[in-house]
Nanobody, 120 residues
């Protein structure tokens, strides 16, 4: 079974940084297009960042230049480095084993998640 465990969230001031981690098991991590979603209170789930094939990445416009997705295949872990955080980034963040399939199955903001709170 697919297991995803997010961690690394917390409360920070605007301008601060956090690095989220997602440790995965139960699938072929190296061949998966891992992604990160988030859902703010009262808002819809949105795709924040995701792998696209082997050599490209996607970033939502409002996080481009501030967030960086990466993965460590040896650790089966995907990261989301978040810099210059804004209050608008406040949300619960979720990772997905395949972000496109997660969207198709309406499982894009699903699981434990990790909460990020950014204060101004």
């Amino acid at each position: 079974e697919v297991q995803l465990v997010e961690s690394g969230g917390g409360a920070v001031q605007a301008g601060g940084s956090l690095r989220l981690s997602c440790t995965a098991s139960g699938f072929t991590f190296d061949d998966s297009d891992m992604g990160w979603f988030r859902q703010a209170p009262g808002k819809e789930c949105e795709l924040v960042s995701g792998m696209e094939g082997d050599d490209t990445t996607y970033y939502a416009n409002d996080v481009k230049g501030r967030f960086t997705i990466s993965q460590d295949n040896a650790k089966n872990t995907v990261y989301l480095q978040m810099n210059s955080l804004k209050p608008e980034d406040t949300a619960v963040y979720y990772c997905a084993a395949d972000w496109a399939q997660a969207l198709a199955k309406h499982r894009e903001c699903w699981g434990q998640g990790t909460q990020v709170i950014v204060s101004s």
